[in-house]
């Protein structure tokens, strides 16, 4: 079955401190792994995607197909990365169905 | 660009009656598809569209159904409300090769509320 497993439902940290969202997957075959991130009284966008292999807003993610994972993580937090996280997964090549995680909401402290 | 646009807004319906969603994707899209995101959880898969015809497809009853017109732009049609249908309604857009799609970028999203 296609899955992707968001454990946290909240993380809570202090700004400077290292930030790690989990998100594991299951999948028959080669996924393409995305974060989405949902911001207060924003629409959903896209954060990264693990093809791209870049860094935005200082998150990376590393695509661990031993471990079927895909953790998104932050050395520092800043209070404006607090939002709602997602992690979705497509099949090859994209095909256009995004499946989704329940979703972490990401809280900076001050 | 305004990007992916939806309406309405909010929406409010009875059981039993029929709702029509739309969404206008972004400039250079031709692909669209549709999420059902209840209260607290991640948006679910309805369908897409591409070149007018339904590509792919969810586990979503027939009473959900959708079209898309040849300016791109698509509906979202779903029969026979039921109490459960209350969800925020995702729409996306991207631009699809024969067989690939590209990232997907949301609008903001219809609230339908079934009373």
């Known amino acids: 079955a296609q899955r992707v497993t968001q454990p946290e439902k909240l993380l809570s940290v202090f700004k400077g401190a290292p930030v790690e969202l989990k998100c594991n997957y299951s999948?028959?075959?080669?996924?393409?792994l995305f974060w989405y991130v949902q911001y207060s009284r924003q629409r959903l966008q896209l954060l990264l995607r693990?093809?791209s292999r870049e860094s935005i807003k200082g998150f990376t993610a590393d695509l661990n197909k031993g471990e079927t994972s895909f953790h998104l993580k932050k050395p520092f937090a800043q209070e404006e990365d607090s939002a709602m996280y997602y992690c979705?997964?497509?099949?090859?090549?994209?095909?256009?169905?995004?499946?989704f995680g329940q979703g972490t909401t990401l809280q900076v402290k001050p | 660009d305004a990007g992916v646009t939806q309406s309405p807004t909010h929406l409010i319906k009875t059981r039993g009656q029929q709702v029509t969603l739309r969404c206008s994707p972004k400039?250079?899209?031709?692909?669209v598809s549709w999420y059902q995101q209840a209260l607290g959880q991640g948006p679910q898969f309805i369908f897409q569209?591409?070149?007018?015809?339904?590509?792919q497809r969810g586990n979503f009853p027939d009473r959900f159904s959708g079209h898309q017109f040849p300016n791109y732009s698509s509906e979202l049609n779903v029969n026979a409300l039921l109490l459960g249908d209350s969800a925020l309604y995702l729409c996306?857009?991207?631009?699809?090769?024969?067989?690939?799609?590209?990232?997907?970028?949301f609008g903001p999203g219809t609230r339908l509320t079934v009373l």
């Open positions: 400039s250079g899209h031709d692909t």
């Open positions: 996306a857009s991207s631009f699809s090769g024969r067989l690939s799609t590209d990232t997907q970028y």
């Open positions: 569209y591409y070149e007018e015809e339904e590509r």
């Open positions: 999948y028959s075959g080669s996924p393409e």
């Open positions: 979705a997964l497509s099949g090859l090549r994209n095909t256009g169905k995004l499946i």
């Open positions: 693990h093809i």
